[in-house]
C-alpha cells in the first residue's frame, strides 16, 4: 500500500515516547544470515582504520614495539604503514639519531616489526624512502632529479664563431664532483635563434578570483628594489611601462583588450591607476620596459587589481583564507619552480625581497615566425663545450641546454638517511631503486608474499623543480610523434610561429611528462612491487593544486596502481581541506577500485580536538568517497620518549600516549562500522563529467562547483577510461565493474582529445546522452592541423543543427546530444529525480549523503553538516524497500517503522544531533502495510517529539514496534499521547512520570597523577577546569574522574519502567559508571546512555570519567621553568601559537547531569 505524503510528522502531541525496537516484520537476521549485518558488528580489518606508524629519526626501541602494537591493535587500529622520518622542533626533546633507512639495522628493525604485526593480525605497509618524495642514499646523480638548465650568448653576422659556450648555473644543492663540477649532466641541445624580433613584454595572465565576471575598478602596483642595487644604481630594475588587458571568456590570446597603458614612476611606493568599469573573468598584465636602461632585466614587486567592491581579485594569498585566492595561469619565463624572484611572487601579498618580488631574466621573449629559422647546432658542440660555426648573417642568439640535477634531496630524512630524490620521469631511476630497497628486504625476510607486509607506500608528489629527464628527446618525441627541439625556447619564454602554436606545444610538453610521471613513476614501481610478491599504494597525482602543481592527469595516476590514497586536513589554512577527497574517489569507482583510503586528519592544530572535533571531517571525507581511514600520525613512542612524547611536526596523534587513548575505541569503531559500508556494492552516480585532457588535469572537491547540484551525486573521468573502459548499455554509460550513469558532461572547453571525440560519437550512436558545448579544435601539434579538421567533421555529424542557444539537442543513432541545459534539466527530463531531498524543511544544503548499492540493499550515510540539531523528512530514491536506521556509533540496527512509499520515492523522518551522521539502509521489501503513517497528517510541535533506541541514540518519531495489532512506546514526558497510524487511533490519556532527578553539587573530583592535580577536589557546580582558579587543575591535561551518589526511587525500575542518564554537556570524551559497571563511552552528543540494567532501587554510585587533550597542559607548561615541567614533545607550537599563546581548551563535565524516568506504554490503534 503506497501513501501519497502530505504534511510529514507523526501526530504525537505531549508526551514524548521513546520507541522500543521490535524484532517482528522487518526485523533484522542474526549476523550469520546476512554478511552485511556480520560485518557491521564487527568489521574486518580491511574497513578499520590504520595509521602511519613514524619512526621518527629513524629509531627503534624493538623492546616496545609488540606492546605498542598490540595497544594499536586493541584499540581497532589493525594496520600500519612504517614511515622513517626526520624530526623537527625542539633539538633537546629530539630521538636519538637512528640507523640509516635500509641499513642492515634499519631493515632488522622493520623484519622484527612485520614479524609482531603478523602475529597480532595486522597488515603493514612500508613508506619506501626516509620522509619524501622516492630517494635515497643509494640515489646516484644520474638516477636523481632532473632541470632544464639553458645559458645564451648574442651573436652578430656573418662571423666565425668558435668559443666554449657557458654552462648553465645549476641550483646550489646539486651534486658535484671533487673538482666542483656537476656529477652529471648532459648536453640535449644547442639552437641558433633569430634575434630580430621578441615579443611585446612579459605578461602574465590570472584566473581572477572569487571565480566568475568581475567589474574592475582599479590597480595598484608596486616596485621593489632590486636584489643588487650597488650595481644597478638608483633605479634599481623598476618597471616602467605597463598595460592591463582583459577578457570575459577564455585566457587565450585574441580574446583579451587592453583597457590600461601607464608607466610607473622610479620608486618603491605602491601607485593606484583607475580602470575602466570593464568586465573580466581572466586579466593579463604586461611589463613593456623598465627604467634602468643599463641592463635587459626588469623587475616588480607586487600586482593588484580590484573590482568595484573593492576585492583584490588576482592576490594568490588571502589573508583571511576565505577564498583560494587567483590563479596565475599564464607565464613567459623558465619553467621551474623556484621561490626566489619567481613569477608567483608578484601577486602573493608580499612586495620587496627575492621572495616578494619578480625578476625576469632578460629582455621579453624572443618570436620565432618560422620554426625553420631555427639551426640546430647540437652535433657541432664538443665535450668541453666548445662551438665552431659560421653564423649566417643577422642577429642571433645561441642558446644552450643542459640537463643536469636540481639537487632536490628528501624533505624531512632521519638524520642518517638523507638522499638525492629520484628522477621521476626516469623508468629505470625507479625500478632500480625499488629492487635495491625489495632485495634487501628479502635478504632478511625471505619470500614478502609469506609476511604482514602487504604494501609499498609512495607518498604524495611534491618534487619542485624537476622538468626534464636525461632521455625526454626521445621519449617526447614517442609519445608525440615529432621532435620537440625547434619548440625548446618556448620552455624559457620565446614564441614559436605565434601565441597558439606555443601553446600547443606547451600542452604537449606537459602531457608528456604526464605520461612519464604514470608510465615511468607509478607503473614501473607497480612492476617492481609486483615482482616481489607486494602492491603499491599511493597518493597518486597528489597533493595537487592549490598546495602543488603535480605535472599529471591525477585520475590516470591513480589509475595505474593497486590502492589509491588521498588525504584530508580538518583545519587547513587557506585551502579547502578536502581538496583530493572526491579526486581520490572518482579514481576508485572510474578504476574498479573498492577502497578509497584517506591520509586523515593531517593538521598544524598539535592535541587540540577530541573525537568530537574531527569527526565533521572524517563525516565529510566519507560523503565525498572516503571508505578507509589513515590517521596522520602514530609515532613510535617508548617509555624515553616522555608524555606526550616525541610527534611528526603536523598531525592529529593517535597514539597510546594521547589522553583520551583509553577511550578511542569507541570512536574507531564508528569510523570501521562506516567504512564497512562505504566499502560495499556501488557508488551510486547521476552524472559523469569529463574533465578534458589539459596535461595536468585535477578534480575539485565535491560541490565546489554546483555541478548537478544537490541531491545528485557524480563522478568525474578522464581519457584513459573514456577510451579503454567505457561503454553504452541499455541507455546508460557503464564500466566493466558495476558502475553506471545516466549522462556522460562534457568540460565547458573549445577543445577535445580527438580519439575522445571519436569515442564518444561511437558512445552516442549506442545510446549515450552526452551534454556540452561543440568543440572546435584538438590540442596539440601532433599531426596538425589534420587533426583539427577531422574533429570539426565528427563534431559537425555529432551535433548537426545543435547551436546551444536556438537548437538545444540532436538525436543521433540511438543517443543525443545535447548543448545549453544544465545536467540537472536533463536529468528531470529523464525522469530522474533526486537520489536524496529534503522535504521538510525546504532546505539541502545543510545535509549531505552518499549511496551506495549492493544487489540486495540500498545504502546512505547522511550527516548533518551544522553545528545545531536538526529535525528533517528525507526523500531517498528508493523503490520498494523498507528503511532501517544502523548507528555505526553504538553498532544498532533499528527498523524504521515510520515513512511514507510513493513513486519510487521513500519518505524518512531522521533526527540529528550536532553534526550528527546515520547511516539508512534499505534491505528488506515490503509494501508499506505496517503501522507507518497514513491519510492527513499535520505536524504538531516536532520539536516535542523525540525518541530513542537502545543506549541513547535521540532520534525522530521512528514508530514503534508493532506485532500486528499493538505498538510498545517508550514515554518520557508526562501528558497525553495520541498516535494517528493510517486512521486508526489511540489514545493513552494522562501518562505520568515522576521528574528527572537532578544531579548537582558537589562532586568529588580526582585529578590523575602526574600531570598538574594529583588530588580529590570538591566541585560545588560543574564547571571548565580551565575556570578554576588553582592552575594545577587549570592547566590539567588528563583524566578525571568525577563522583557522586544518587537516590532512586524502587518505582523507577518497575518492569514497564527505564532510566536514562543524562550528562549534558563535556568535552573531550566520557564514560559514566553506575555501581562500578560501565554504561558507556560518550565521544559525541547527546551525552545520553541508559542505565537501567546497571542502576538499582535506593543509593547508586555513580562515577564519570572525563579525559581532555595534552594542550592545557603544554600551555600550562610553558609558563614554568624548564626543571618544573612535566610534560615532553618536540613540538612547541600549535596552529602557528607557541604553547604560551595557545588559548585554553574548555574542558570536563558541564552538565547539567540529570537521571531521566520513562514509562513503557501499550498502544493500540483502532
Not at 524543511?841 to 536538526?870: E, G, W
Request: aromatic content about 10%.
Amino acid at each position: 500500500m503506497k501513501m501519497k505524503p502530505c504534511s510529514k510528522s507523526l501526530i504525537l502531541a505531549t508526551a514524548t515516547v521513546l520507541v522500543i525496537a521490535a524484532r517482528a516484520a522487518g526485523a533484522e537476521p542474526s549476523p550469520s544470515a546476512d554478511p552485511l549485518v556480520a560485518g557491521f558488528h564487527d568489521p574486518p580489518k580491511e574497513a578499520r582504520p590504520s595509521a602511519y606508524w613514524l619512526w621518527l629519526n629513524g629509531y627503534v626501541n624493538r623492546d616496545y614495539v609488540e606492546r605498542e602494537l598490540k595497544e594499536m591493535c586493541d584499540a581497532g587500529i589493525r594496520g600500519v604503514c612504517i614511515f622513517d622520518m626526520g624530526t623537527r622542533g625542539d633539538k633537546a626533546t629530539v630521538p636519538p639519531a637512528g640507523p640509516p633507512f635500509m641499513g642492515d639495522r634499519s631493515v632488522s628493525d622493520i623484519a622484527h616489526a612485520v614479524g609482531v604485526a603478523g602475529r597480532l593480525g595486522m597488515d603493514v605497509e612500508l613508506s619506501v624512502a626516509s620522509s619524501w618524495d622516492m630517494g635515497g642514499a643509494w640515489v646516484e646523480p644520474h638516477h636523481g632529479s632532473m632541470g632544464l638548465f639553458q645559458t645564451e650568448v648574442n651573436v652578430k653576422g656573418p662571423a666565425a664563431f668558435d668559443q666554449v659556450l657557458p654552462f648553465p648555473t645549476l641550483p646550489a644543492k646539486a651534486p658535484r664532483d671533487a673538482d666542483g663540477k656537476p656529477a652529471f649532466y648532459k648536453d640535449v641541445a644547442v639552437l641558433a635563434i633569430p634575434a630580430d624580433k621578441r615579443v611585446p613584454g612579459h605578461d602574465f595572465v590570472f584566473k581572477l578570483d572569487p571565480p566568475g565576471v568581475h567589474t574592475l575598478s582599479h590597480a595598484v602596483l608596486c616596485n621593489t628594489t632590486s636584489d643588487d642595487p650597488k650595481r644597478h644604481g638608483k633605479l634599481h630594475l623598476f618597471a616602467k611601462e605597463f598595460s592591463i588587458a582583459v577578457s570575459e571568456t577564455t585566457p587565450s590570446g585574441d580574446a583579451f583588450r587592453e583597457v590600461l597603458r601607464a608607466s610607473l614612476e622610479p620608486n618603491a611606493e605602491p601607485q593606484r591607476f583607475d580602470v575602466p568599469a570593464v568586465k573580466a573573468r581572466y586579466a593579463r598584465l604586461r611589463i613593456h620596459s623598465g627604467h634602468n636602461d643599463r641592463c635587459d632585466r626588469v623587475q616588480l614587486g607586487e600586482f593588484e587589481l580590484y573590482n568595484t567592491e573593492d576585492v583584490n581579485v588576482v592576490v594568490s594569498h588571502v589573508a583571511d583564507r576565505s577564498r583560494d585566492g587567483a590563479e596565475l595561469i599564464g607565464y613567459r619565463s623558465a619553467l621551474g619552480q623556484d621561490r626566489t624572484w619567481s613569477s608567483g611572487n608578484i601577486n602573493d601579498g608580499n612586495k620587496s625581497g627575492a621572495h616578494g618580488g619578480w625578476s625576469s631574466a632578460g629582455p621579453p621573449p624572443l618570436l620565432v615566425e618560422d620554426p625553420d629559422s631555427i639551426i640546430d647546432l647540437t652535433d657541432r658542440i664538443d665535450a668541453e663545450g666548445r662551438l665552431k660555426w659560421q653564423a649566417p648573417a643577422g642577429k642571433w642568439v645561441i642558446m644552450r641546454f643542459v640537463c643536469s640535477n636540481t639537487g632536490e634531496r628528501l624533505k624531512v630524512p632521519s638524520p642518517n638517511s638523507d638522499g638525492l630524490a629520484t628522477d621521476h620521469f626516469s623508468r629505470e631511476a625507479t625500478l632500480t631503486f625499488l629492487k635495491y630497497l625489495t632485495d634487501r628486504l628479502e635478504t632478511k625476510m625471505g619470500d614478502l608474499r609469506k609476511t604482514a607486509m602487504k604494501y609499498l607506500y609512495l607518498a604524495s608528489y611534491e618534487v619542485r623543480g624537476a622538468i626534464w629527464t636525461p632521455d625526454l628527446i626521445e621519449q617526447f618525441s614517442g609519445y608525440r610523434g615529432y621532435d620537440m627541439k625547434p619548440y625548446l625556447p618556448t620552455l624559457s619564454g620565446s614564441v614559436v610561429v605565434n601565441d597558439e602554436v606555443t601553446a600547443r606545444f606547451i600542452y604537449d610538453y606537459r602531457k608528456t611528462l604526464g605520461d612519464l610521471l604514470v608510465d615511468a613513476y607509478y607503473r614501473a614501481a607497480v612492476e617492481a612491487a609486483h615482482a616481489a610478491g607486494l602492491g603499491i599504494e599511493s597518493e597518486a597525482g597528489g597533493p595537487g593544486p592549490p598546495i602543488h602543481q603535480v605535472p599529471v592527469d591525477a585520475l590516470k595516476a591513480q589509475g595505474a596502481i593497486d590502492e589509491v590514497r588521498g588525504e584530508f586536513w580538518p583545519k587547513r589554512p587557506n585551502a579547502d581541506g578536502m581538496w583530493v577527497v572526491k579526486e581520490t574517489a572518482c579514481a576508485a569507482h572510474i578504476y574498479g577500485k573498492r577502497r578509497v583510503h584517506m591520509e586523515a586528519f593531517t593538521s598544524m592544530h598539535h592535541f587540540q580536538d577530541g573525537p568530537i572535533d574531527l569527526k565533521p571531517s572524517a563525516d565529510r571525507a566519507m560523503c565525498e568517497g572516503t571508505n578507509h581511514f589513515v590517521w596522520h600520525t602514530s609515532s613510535h613512542l617508548p617509555p624515553e620518549a616522555g608524555k606526550p612524547g616525541w610527534v611528526y611536526h603536523a598531525g592529529t596523534h593517535i597514539t597510546p600516549n594521547l589522553v583520551w587513548w583509553p577511550k578511542a575505541k569507541p570512536f574507531l569503531d564508528y569510523l570501521a562500522r562506516s567504512c564497512f559500508l562505504l566499502q560495499q556494492g556501488h557508488f551510486v552516480a547521476d552524472v559523469c563529467y569529463y574533465y578534458g585532457d589539459q596535461g595536468y588535469n585535477f578534480v575539485l572537491p565535491k560541490h565546489t562547483k554546483t555541478l548537478a547540484g544537490h541531491g545528485y551525486d557524480y563522478d568525474v573521468t578522464n581519457r584513459e577510461v573514456i577510451l579503454t573502459r567505457m561503454s553504452v548499455r541499455g541507455g546508460r554509460i557503464v564500466l566493466p565493474d558495476g558502475m553506471s550513469y545516466a549522462i556522460l558532461v562534457l568540460p565547458d572547453r573549445p577543445d577535445i582529445d580527438l580519439d575522445v571525440l571519436k569515442k564518444l560519437e561511437q558512445m552516442v550512436r549506442d545510446g549515450a546522452i552526452v551534454v556540452g558545448p561543440k568543440p572546435t579544435q584538438t590540442n596539440g601539434l601532433t599531426d596538425y592541423p589534420r587533426r583539427d579538421d577531422e574533429a570539426r567533421r565528427i563534431a559537425d555529424r555529432l551535433w548537426g543543427p545543435c547551436d546551444g542557444k536556438t537548437v538545444l539537442e540532436h538525436k543521433y543513432g540511438k543517443g543525443r546530444i545535447i548543448w545549453g541545459r544544465k545536467p540537472r534539466e536533463v536529468l528531470k527530463d529523464l525522469d530522474i529525480g533526486r537520489d536524496f531531498r529534503v522535504v521538510y524543511p525546504l532546505d539541502d544544503t545543510q545535509l549531505d549523503f552518499i549511496h551506495r548499492r549492493t544487489a540486495h540493499a540500498d545504502i546512505y550515510f547522511v550527516r548533518n553538516k551544522m553545528p545545531v540539531s536538526k529535525q528533517v523528512w528525507v526523500d531517498f530514491r528508493v523503490d520498494g524497500r523498507v528503511p532501517e536506521l544502523w548507528d555505526p556509533a553504538s553498532g544498532q540496527m533499528t527498523p524504521q517503522y515510520a515513512y511514507i512509499s510513493e513513486d519510487e520515492i521513500v519518505s524518512v523522518p531522521l533526527r540529528f544531533a550536532p553534526f550528527g551522521s546515520i547511516f539508512v539502509v534499505f534491505r528488506a521489501s515490503g509494501d508499506n502495510d505496517g503501522p507507518v503513517i497514513a491519510g492527513p497528517v499535520r505536524i504538531i510541535s516536532p520539536d516535542r517529539v523525540s525518541y530513542t533506541t537502545g543506549k541513547g541514540l535521540i532520534d525522530h518519531p521512528r514508530i514503534i514496534d508493532w506485532d500486528g495489532s499493538q505498538a510498545e512506546l517508550m514515554v518520557l514526558k508526562t501528558g497525553d499521547l495520541m498516535v494517528n497510524s493510517r486512521g486508526r487511533i489511540a489514545l493513552v490519556p494522562s501518562v505520568s512520570l515522576p521528574k528527572p532527578i537532578e544531579l548537582a553539587g558537589p562532586w568529588s573530583v580526582r585529578f590523575a597523577d602526574g600531570f598538574g592535580a594529583s588530588h580529590t577536589a570538591s566541585f560545588d557546580r560543574l564547571i571548565s577546569w580551565t575556570d578554576h582558579p588553582k592552575d594545577e587543575i587549570r592547566y590539567f591535561s588528563g583524566i578525571a574522574r568525577y563522583q557522586r551518589s544518587f537516590e532512586l526511587p524502587a518505582d523507577w525500575l518497575d518492569g514497564n519502567r527505564r532510566a536514562f542518564l543524562d550528562l549534558g554537556r563535556l568535552w573531550a570524551v566520557g564514560e559514566a559508571f553506575v555501581n562500578g559497571q560501565s554504561v558507556g563511552v560518550l565521544w559525541k552528543p547527546p551525552y545520553v546512555v541508559d542505565i537501567t540494567d546497571a542502576a538499582r532501587a535506593g543509593r547508586n554510585e555513580l562515577v564519570v570519567e572525563v579525559a581532555n587533550t595534552w594542550s592545557n597542559r603544554l600551555a600550562g607548561d610553558a609558563r614554568l621553568p624548564k626543571d618544573q615541567q612535566m610534560t615532553r614533545t618536540n613540538v612547541q607550537q600549535t596552529g602557528g601559537r607557541s604553547w604560551k599563546e595557545t588559548p585554553l581548551l574548555e574542558s570536563g563535565l558541564f552538565g547539567p547531569v540529570r537521571v531521566l524516568p520513562a514509562k513503557i506504554v501499550t498502544v493500540t490503534p483502532k
